[in-house]
């Protein structure tokens, strides 16, 4: 047969591409490791929430939330200090900030550990490990937040909102359970799962197209 520039003149024995065996493709394998991993990683990641009752799937340990809690909050106060935002500790904001964050700290291992009892596991102690700490930051912006480890920071735009210390009370009480429920953790393990979920789509939709 002559030869077809075009491969009109291959016999279909010698055009149709050969496939490889299923579980000789590779890509099978790593999708399968990746399906691994992401079992591994999130069943052995699960928890007991001592103060919910719930599982909960964390992505980092209690000292390394305390670590990058550290380090955001001193990136913050660094950031607002440089721009002359941050108020004194004698300042009248942040004395009373300051005695709003001692009482509920000082609530802390109670009420952790009556929640704990309600839901018949043990108290938890990663509350142990924070280094607290509060500061005020001048600003118009409405804010407050309590970083994993206990770095607790309120804007002064919030205070008019709030209007007495009852009521900031309960906007850092809501922002410091945030940090003992480690809902910043269970975030991560959420988005590192769904990062194992795009690359296994991306492997599987690889293999799809082998199959082609």
Known sequence: MSSDPFGQGRSQQQGAPRRRGLFGNVRWWILIAF???AAVSWFGSKETDPYTGADAHYGATPEEEVQLGAQAFQQVVGDA???GELL???S??????SQIARRLIDKVPQVSADLAAMHGVAAPTSHQGFEWSAAVIDSEEANAFCLPGGKIAVYTGLLPITQNTDALAVVMGHEIAHALLRHGSQRMAHDHGQRVGVLGDR????IDRDLA
């Open 92 to 97: 009248p904001q942040s004395q009373a900030v």
């Open 81 to 83: 200090n440089a721009q």
């Open 203 to 206: 492997q599987q939709a690889g």
């Open 88 to 90: 004194p500790p004698d």
């Open 35 to 37: 399906a691994v991993y």
